[in-house]
């Protein structure tokens, strides 16, 4: 039977993570050569590629499955050694999760604050489409992940945070010039809208939805920031979809407006996570549940 050598999974996890073998002989304190040998190795250990030389550097599907098994052996690590010897220092531990912009700009923040204030936590968030977050998991980047998707990831679980209400808004001015006679086909070909990105599939789906226009046939603009939706929308450059949990004070002043009263996109979020998680982990896991369920109720 064959064991893996961890020492190999390090060069490896560290050549994917910093892009560079170079990069990671540094981190590593090792030469250039050395990294590029365990990772032959390690390829020869399974008798294929885990990599592939490219710009950017991506795993493989056996290499990513490799990286999924370090970043859970590197957990439950993390978790044994403060049990195991309590009187060495309490290093910060690395936690990294996938989620959507929507989430980070409005609720995920404030109900980790008190996790990070009590333990020595190092947060990496990783940000993505609520539809490309579960990508993160699978490859290995996180521990966890917000997504819409309902069905779980083979060796991972899943529970239902809650709903997400969308409302398409534009500040009174930008009502004014491009739709003062309603809202309709005729008046979007002129009116500029905004997506995250080119992967951003919910505002193309409701606009074709609600008023049958294909992608493409409207102006928009591009921009990978959910508080620029708000500032974009407020300023009068564009109408968009916002969540009504980011928005609920500029509604009331009037400062946006609801373009469609009686229409909203409602997006259902799930937490997924990998099954075997323990210690700090755990407690940023029961968080995200148990405060996502008030918040999205």
């Avoid at 009502?175 to 505002?203: E, R, Y």
């Amino acid at each position: 039977m064959k064991n893996i050598d961890y020492k190999l999974l390090h060069a490896f996890s560290a050549v994917i993570k910093l892009q560079s073998f170079e990069k990671a002989a540094e981190f590593l304190f090792l030469t250039q050569p050395a990294v590029s040998l365990r990772i032959k190795q390690l390829e020869q250990l399974i008798s294929q590629p885990i990599l592939i030389r490219s710009t950017p550097i991506v795993a493989t599907e056996v290499g990513k499955k490799l990286l999924n098994h370090y970043y859970q052996v590197q957990q439950l690590e993390a978790d044994l050694l403060p049990q195991i010897f309590p009187e060495d220092p309490i290093l910060p531990i690395r936690i990294s999760l996938a989620t959507n912009a929507d989430s980070l700009a409005t609720w995920l923040v404030p109900v980790l604050t008190p996790l990070i204030n009590k333990h020595p936590i190092e947060l990496n968030l990783e940000v993505a489409n609520e539809t490309n977050t579960i990508y993160k998991l699978k490859d290995g980047e996180v521990f966890g992940a917000i997504s819409t998707q309902e069905t779980p990831l083979s060796g991972c679980v899943v529970d239902k945070l809650g709903v997400m209400n969308y409302t398409l808004v534009a500040s009174p001015s930008f009502k004014n010039k491009f739709f003062k006679q309603g809202i309709n086909k005729n008046t979007l070909i002129k009116a500029p809208g905004l997506l995250f990105d080119h992967k951003d599939k919910m505002h193309a789906e409701f606009i074709e939805s609600e008023f049958g226009l294909s992608f493409g046939s409207y102006p928009y603009h591009i921009v990978h920031s959910s508080e620029a939706f708000v500032t974009f929308a407020k300023e009068g450059l564009a109408y968009c979809l916002i969540a009504e949990l980011q928005i609920e004070n500029e509604l009331k002043s009037g400062e946006l407006v609801n373009l469609l009263p009686n229409k909203q996109l409602i997006r259902t979020l799930y937490w997924h996570r990998w099954s075997l998680v323990k210690g700090v982990f755990k407690k940023v896991s029961d968080t995200i549940i148990k405060e996502g369920n008030k918040i999205l109720s």
